[in-house]
């Protein structure tokens, strides 16, 4: 299982990117899936999560400014960012809680190998 985010670049302040994230590979499922965002110097924190029935939580941080959605079809994720900040400033990581097999039952944490968000002031 494989996870490939796209969608990162340069930006400046007040401006919108679009994040991607979408998995490959041989899985039954993919549960929960997020957004986490490390800036230098910072631990990696949680941005945006949801369920596979479309529960979304956000970070205080990104709430009113950021939109998480997911293609199930597709088994992709996407994190919709308007007026950044130079704060928003980060490698960005998605992830994905994948059921491989239900028989016998095989799930585990799967994250992608991130993308780089700048927002110049």
């Known amino acids: 299982v494989q996870l490939q985010a796209s969608g990162g670049g340069l930006v400046q302040a007040g401006g919108s990117l679009r994040l991607s994230c979408a998995a490959s590979?041989?899985?039954?499922?993919?549960?929960?899936m997020g957004w986490y965002r490390q800036a230098p110097g910072k631990q990696r924190e949680v941005v945006a999560t949801?369920?596979?029935?479309?529960?979304?939580t956000y970070a205080d941080s990104v709430k009113g400014r950021f939109t998480i959605s997911r293609d199930n079809a597709e088994n992709t994720v996407f994190l919709q960012m308007n007026s950044l900040k130079p704060e928003d400033t980060a490698v960005y990581y998605c992830?994905?809680?994948?059921?491989?097999?239900?028989?016998?039952?095989?799930?585990?944490?799967?994250w992608g190998k991130g993308t780089l968000v700048t927002v110049s002031s």
């Open positions: 590979g041989s899985f039954f499922r993919i549960n929960d």
């Open positions: 949801i369920t596979y029935g479309g529960r979304t």
């Open positions: 992830y994905g809680r994948v059921v491989v097999t239900i028989a016998p039952y095989q799930a585990g944490d799967y």
